[in-house]
């Protein structure tokens, strides 16, 4: 064990993935490979139970997602369920099966938030990255209404190789939208997105045209709209602070009930995640053994163990460690600091410049 | 940012004012994230915004009286917080 359980902070959030089924099967989708089907999802009084225990765990956000959260018919009532028991709500949604009535009906039950993904900022190659006809042009109608409802609102534009030379105009386009935040949100190389990396990794050029951009616009943003803005790992010297660090302020709750530390942890092999049937999400966080396992800096190898940032990246993210590294417990390759390093220039280079088509997400049965 | 000691602010959509017994603190509770607050950032919250809220230059008055300091300290804490806390997207003109 990493510490001991006195040490452990209250979560601050937990994600919800309500199921894994949707109506968009974008190449980059964070879900696993192997997706949940729907016969094995959580029913209305599993997730309300989980609500409750996000509460007593000490959580102060739920972010309900999927997979695409609105096929449930039940988020009305797991929204209400949230607002009852004191949980601020987010939801982090496709939007193509939204509209202004069911909107209105999940901001009565107390929803807060809505956060809506675009794949590109033209319907064309939006609906081709997306896999769905007409998906565009109904996000936007969408989050016209999440505005006009009052909510607040979110656009999560999700960069690669195929839109990433059109970050000025995602922006242009939040502002329009009356959106208060926009995460430019490049594309993280996991689960179907690690498939796909050859397809979708932008080129260094397309980065740094990218990074001036978004740094040229930031100071006149400010005030009018929220940025969230990362640099892309494969083409950082220093890694972020995956999930704000393994077990710091993340809980993830899969369609089925494994208690995940992150949506993409299930990759790390010999990790043992417990379920909502096991114990409650507060004893899961305190001491499941999954989230001990990299929580803290008693874990980590060197040269984490004698940086000076160590309690700021936390060692980077333990699911890009496995996939690089080929060690989930090794310094993240991101690091220019890492032995590994440059494996990932290796793998960069070479899959930026390859040609290959994408493989689209596969459906939850 | 500036923010104008005749104007108002209110808290942004999404955003809201809540305790949370757990952390025995206030916190403004936005998309995403959680600021906590301090004593004086919640007393100047309060006063800045509502459904009655005064003027920014109402809410320095009645800060500097509740607090019996000199209002032009007062108004430079009051409007350097509520500049940052525009700026950061937690309040709204």
Redesign the interface.
């Known amino acids: 064990m990493s510490c001991t359980a006195a040490d452990v902070d209250a979560p601050y959030a937990v994600l919800a993935e309500l199921t894994h089924r949707c109506p968009l099967r974008c190449p980059y989708c964070s879900n696993p490979l192997a997706l949940d089907p729907a016969s094995r999802e959580l029913d209305t009084d599993g997730w309300k139970r989980v609500i409750d225990q996000a509460a007593d765990a000490g959580a102060l956000q739920i972010h309900f997602s999927g997979g695409e959260p609105c096929v449930r018919r039940d988020l009305e009532a797991l929204v209400a369920h949230a607002t009852a028991v004191g949980l601020y709500s987010n939801l982090i949604t496709s939007a193509v099966l939204l509209d202004a009535e069911r909107l209105a009906r999940l901001k009565a039950a107390g929803l807060q938030h809505v956060q809506i993904s675009l794949q590109d900022v033209e319907p064309e190659g939006a609906d081709r990255i997306g896999g769905f006809k007409g998906g565009h042009a109904r996000k936007l109608e969408v989050a016209r209404a999440v505005v006009e409802a009052g909510l607040a609102l979110t656009i999560n534009a999700v960069l690669h190789r195929h839109n990433i030379e059109r970050v000025d105009d995602f922006i242009d386009l939040a502002l329009e939208l009356g959106a208060g935040r926009i995460e430019v949100a490049n594309v993280q190389y996991y689960g179907w997105g690690l498939t796909n990396r050859a397809a979708l990794l932008p080129t260094r050029e397309q980065l740094i045209a990218m990074d001036h951009a978004v740094r040229a616009r930031l100071p006149s943003l400010a005030g009018r709209i929220v940025v969230d803005y990362v640099v892309p790992d494969y083409y950082a010297r220093r890694p972020k602070a995956c999930m704000g660090g393994w077990g710091r302020r993340f809980m993830n709750v899969t369609p089925s009930g494994r208690v995940l530390p992150c949506h993409a942890a299930e990759t790390i092999p010999g990790l043992e995640f417990e379920t909502v049937f096991d114990r409650p999400l507060a004893a899961i966080w305190r001491d499941g053994a999954a989230f001990a396992r990299y929580r803290g800096t008693a874990w980590m190898p060197e040269p984490c163990q004698s940086c000076d940032r160590k309690e700021q990246d936390w060692g980077g993210c333990r699911c890009q460690a496995l996939a690089l590294a080929g060690d989930a417990a090794a310094t993240d390759p991101v690091c220019e600091l890492s032995d590994a390093h440059g494996t990932v220039a290796e793998l960069r280079d070479r899959d930026a410049a390859a040609e290959v088509p994408w493989r689209y997400r596969g459906a939850a049965g | 940012?500036t923010v104008a000691e005749d104007s108002r602010v209110r808290l942004?959509?999404?955003?809201?004012l809540?305790h949370?017994r757990?952390?025995g603190a206030w916190?403004l509770?936005?998309?995403?994230r959680?600021l906590t607050l301090d004593d004086t950032a919640l007393a100047v919250l309060r006063a800045c915004t509502g459904p009655d809220a005064p003027t920014i230059g109402g809410a320095i008055d009645a800060l500097a009286a509740e607090y019996d300091a000199p209002r032009g300290e007062i108004a430079t804490d009051v409007l350097e917080l509520l500049a940052d806390l525009?700026?950061?997207?937690y309040l709204a003109p």
């Open positions: 940012m942004a959509p999404g955003v809201m809540r949370d757990n952390r916190m509770m936005a998309p995403e959680v525009r700026l950061k997207g």
